[in-house]
């Protein structure tokens, strides 16, 4: 042995935040679609929820967590079973369950020991012994006001909001309440008794109900609270770009618009704010591109490199001249080609170096004179790196080497930044996330990171849209319309 240490058994941790630079980006769409997540992706759950949430307050009367986790369970899977019948229904949980279940001609479908707690995991209509409630809408829907969870008890129970949207989804429902719940609470329906209640799936609310009116309510901010006027204002200017957009509209095509035009109008404020969200997710897109660029290049030499031998290999297609004009070359070169190319571009595998500084270059360019707005949305803090600190840095540095600043960018702002970043999740939470590491003065790579843009929870966005008939594929609606003329 030569007393020389290697790390082979800790390796595991992925680290998806390599240079801890995503967790200001998220505060900043989080606080423009509050009460969202990228897993509650149907509204109509709420409805559903509310109602049963309601009917175990009302009716049942027990206040053991264990009662009322076996009455989640059997309601969950019926309502699994329920939706399923109708193929092509989406955002409802247990859907494997649900069609393995209804394959088949068997008259009654047994789920007793698909919702038993005592079942094993892999064999239960969902591994959470609590069910998807918990994990899922119980803290989105108090957020929205729709339950709160009593302290004598530590049970959820509906606000006056809630109860009124179960009051509005049981009438939509016609009836079928008694046959519900008796079937939950048997753990057996027949497929008789099942057939209507597809009535109850996301996709069959009636757009002219009261519970319809109700969501539509709930999710453009009618309580008139902070945050829910926040979400209504990126839900109108959702809907705006749509009502102008020649093409139905997706969750990149309204990040790169909102980047690439110029905010204007009303919702000026909250355009700009998704202006800043989409610069700053760029930059980090764009140093992580730099990081796996540097470690692929370590990679090739398993003994590791030094530091300038990195840089000189990583670096080697750069110009002898100042990074103003560097950039200036890259903006002539891409010229005609929009941030979403750019950015594209940059992500591909094994991209040059030229092509994953393009979007850097093309932000300085946008942001050269009015560095100041993004204050607004990435406050200076000590030890954080932002879109706002980067850019700033990147245009102070605009007359000095290309090459030089592009070195301290890889070593300092890259590199170090990682193995801090590293070694504190090391010391505070025992994980091992180190992308490269460093030994006798030399780093070594120790896997290659994957480079992705965040996910801002549009496409909830989009679809809690579709689902109260103010968007359709993707399209604003005539409904859409009139809501936002009457603004």
Partial sequence: MDGAVSWTEMGSERGLDPLAMINVIQERYQSLLPGFSSVTTRLRNYSFYSWLVAHYAQNIHDASRTRFHSFLRRCEALYALASAQDSKETGVAARLFANDYLRGDNPVIDFIRATDEATPAAERYMDAKSGVFYAVYFRQMV????????????LPVPTETGAALAAAYDETLGGLSASFFAAADAGTVSRQELAPMALMRPSALDQDSAEAELLRDLLLGSDGRESSL??????LLILETARFSAAPVAVDDLRWSWLETVPEGELQETHAAWRHYQTGDTVRVVYEA?????????????LGLALPALNALALRDIPDVTL????????????????RELQGAALRDEAPIADILAP???LCTLWRGDLDQLKESFPDKPGYQTGLSELRWLIQSMDQSASGVLQTLIGERVLRRHLE????????????????????????????AMVEASGPRLGTALQFLEDIGLMQDACITTRGTALLEAQ
């Fill in 143 to 154: 957020d929205y006001g729709l339950l709160e969870e009593r302290t004598e008890h530590g």
């Fill in 230 to 235: 926040e979400r209504r204002k990126t839900l």
């Fill in 290 to 302: 730099l990081m796996r660029h540097a470690t692929r290049e370590l990679m090739d030499h398993p």
């Fill in 324 to 339: 103003k004009d560097f950039f200036f070359a890259l903006e002539a070169a891409n010229d005609g080609r929009t941030f």
């Fill in 360 to 362: 850097l270059a093309r």
């Fill in 421 to 448: 970043v590293a070694a504190r999740k090391f010391h505070l939470q025992k994980k091992y996330t180190y992308l490269v590491e460093i030994e006798d003065a030399r780093l070594r790579a120790r896997r290659i």
